[in-house]
């Protein structure tokens, strides 16, 4: 008995139209007409990537390497420290340094003009510098003189470049004064009050110059310093004899200047 050959799909219809389910189903899958019904690759669309998910970042490991980091920075910065301190301290035992002093020692007024016009003044400066140290010299720079009263400027000087050796004084003189300058008329009027009410003016020196420490055979960079002189009065000579300053409770202060871009502290 001869055996039945079964069709794998629906003949085609009379008419030229293909069946509803092969037109489907070939409209899936690119004009074939695969075997009905679909199988499992057809249903889940095999063809897509497996999705693997992405390994967690590794937090903690990224967290332990800063906080070691850290740790190391911080161990060498406390150790610079703590070296910068021992170095200080054998520095200040051996050498025992100490700041230079100022110390007005004398000031005369030889000429006090103020007029609507112009000012004129001259003044006759002596000022004494001490070093204390027995190891230490300063090499000083040319310095700037200027002395105001309350802001006002009245005169200007300098002093030539000196080196101070160790445990010595040295006697500075300069001249300062103040040729034909124009004031302004609040200044002028501040003066004149000053003047009528109690014959003298508050005066202030301001001395700015460079220095150069030298400590044994080593020498360091220049580094600014101010000295500022305050507590000075001042009268005007009425006649061509010069008069001199009150000079008891005049104190000097030494700051160090320093320079970072446009500004100076």
């Known amino acids: 008995m001869a055996d039945r050959v079964y069709p794998a799909a629906k003949p085609a219809a009379t008419n030229g139209?293909?069946?509803?389910?092969?037109?489907?189903?070939?409209?899936?899958?690119?004009?074939?007409?695969?075997?009905?019904?679909?199988?499992?690759?057809?249903?889940?669309?095999?063809?897509?990537?497996?999705?693997?998910?992405?390994?967690?970042?590794?937090?903690?490991?990224?967290?332990?390497?800063?906080?070691?980091?850290c740790l190391l920075t911080t161990f060498f910065i406390v150790i610079i420290l703590l070296l910068a301190a021992i170095a200080g301290a054998v520095f200040w035992v051996l050498y025992r340094p100490k700041a230079p002093s100022f110390n007005v020692q004398s000031l005369q007024v030889?000429?006090?003009?103020?007029?609507?016009?112009?000012?004129?003044?001259?003044?006759?400066?002596?000022?004494?510098?001490?070093?204390?140290?027995?190891?230490?010299?300063?090499?000083?720079?040319?310095?700037?003189?200027?002395?105001?009263?309350?802001?006002?400027?009245?005169?200007?000087?300098?002093?030539?470049?000196?080196?101070h050796d160790t445990k010595s004084d040295k006697t500075l003189k300069a001249d300062v004064s103040s040729s034909g300058k124009k004031l302004e008329d609040s200044e002028i009027s501040s003066l004149r009050s000053k003047l009528k009410n109690k014959n003298t003016l508050p005066l202030e020196i301001k001395l700015d110059t460079k220095v150069k420490v030298k400590v044994g055979s080593l020498k360091t960079k220049k580094v600014g310093i101010r000295v500022k002189c305050d507590g000075i009065k001042i009268s005007v000579p009425t006649g061509k004899s010069p008069t001199k300053a009150t000079t008891k409770d005049v104190k000097c202060h030494v700051d160090i200047r320093i320079k970072i871009w446009k500004w100076t502290f």
């Open 17 to 69: 139209t293909a069946a509803p389910t092969a037109a489907v189903n070939g409209g899936a899958n690119g004009g074939a007409n695969p075997a009905f019904p679909a199988n499992k690759a057809q249903l889940y669309n095999a063809t897509r990537p497996t999705y693997r998910p992405m390994p967690p970042p590794r937090r903690k490991h990224r967290r332990s390497c800063c906080c070691c980091c």
């Open 110 to 163: 030889s000429q006090f003009n103020l007029t609507s016009t112009k000012f004129v003044s001259k003044f006759n400066l002596t000022v004494t510098a001490h070093n204390p140290n027995k190891k230490i010299s300063f090499f000083y720079d040319p310095i700037n003189i200027n002395f105001s009263s309350d802001d006002v400027d009245i005169g200007d000087g300098s002093l030539p470049a000196f080196t």
